[in-house]
């Protein structure tokens, strides 16, 4: 037997067994008072990892070179760090594509 609610009406729980395919233009989950569905995200990266890596970037000091300039270690430090931001960039990407993925999959986002 179905149940009917009318406006106004409140569902404290209640299970749904089959899918959810909720086509109304609004939705407010846990709690949230419900919105319409944000605007799509353009993913120019296409790369998606669902692993949440390390950070690899590290510290760069100067070890004392002149005045103005770094020794080659220091130099070589410095380069390192360098590539190692864009290391982390990149994971940092990748989870968030993942993220976006996900979303859209859910048809939470566009």
């Known amino acids: ?4 609610y009318n406006t106004g009406d409140t569902v404290v ?3 749904i067994t089959g ?4 086509n109304g ?3 407010g989950l846990y709690g949230v008072a419900p919105a319409a569905r944000p605007a799509t995200i353009t993913q120019t990266y296409a790369t998606a990892t669902r692993t ?3 950070p690899v970037a590290a510290t760069v000091t ?4 002149v005045a103005g300039f770094l020794t080659g ?3 070589t430090a410095v380069v390192t760090a360098v590539n190692n931001l864009i290391t982390d960039h990149a994971n940092l990407a990748q989870l968030v594509n993942a993220i976006v993925d996900n979303l ?3 048809g939470i986002e566009q």
Request: glycine residues 8%.
């Open 62 to 65: 100067d070890t004392g070179g």
């Open 104 to 106: 859209q999959l859910l």
């Open 13 to 15: 729980n209640f299970t």
């Open 73 to 75: 270690a220091d130099r």
């Open 1 to 4: 037997m179905a149940n009917n």
């Open 19 to 22: 899918d959810l395919d909720h």
């Open 25 to 27: 233009s609004n939705v």
């Open 52 to 54: 949440h890596a390390n």
